[in-house]
Nanobody
Framework: QVQLVESGGGLVQAGGSLRLSCAAS????????MGWFRRAPGKEREFVSA????????IYADSVKGRFTISRDNAKNTVYLQMNSLKRDDTAVYYC?????????????????WGQGTQVTVSS
């Protein structure tokens, strides 16, 4: 069993930055590909980014490419999402996810565990 706890959400002005963190319980963190999804008001949950077990491979949704950076620290059982140049369209609840498959599998909902979510609100 893995528990995921997100933090770092909040209110930020457009053009600003936030860094989300997701802390995982358990000793098997490095066995999981990790990722971030988001759900905007009135919309379905969508993929944002994913990272391989080692951290050597990352993938991004086109909407965040060049602005967001995913990383992980396996020694700290933590995955991060650095979000720069934030736009109002980035307003959403952001969810951390863990999957036993690859980061590509995770992108297509190959997910074993979800976090509870953290709210990100971007104001104009």
């Amino acid at each position: 069993q893995v528990q995921l706890v997100e933090s770092g959400g909040g209110l930020v002005q457009a053009g600003g930055s936030l860094r989300l963190s997701c802390a995982a319980s358990g000793r098997t963190f490095s066995s999981y590909a990790m990722g971030w999804f988001r759900r905007a008001p009135g919309k379905e949950r969508e993929f944002v980014s994913a990272i391989s077990r080692s951290g050597g491979s990352t993938i991004y949704a086109d909407s965040v490419k060049g602005r967001f950076t995913i990383s992980r620290d396996n020694a700290k059982n933590t995955v991060y999402l650095q979000m720069n140049s934030l736009k109002r369209d980035d307003t959403a609840v952001y969810y951390c996810a863990a999957g036993l498959g690859s980061e590509y599998d995770l992108r297509y909902q190959g997910i074993n565990y979800w976090g509870q979510g953290t709210q990100v609100t971007v104001s104009s």
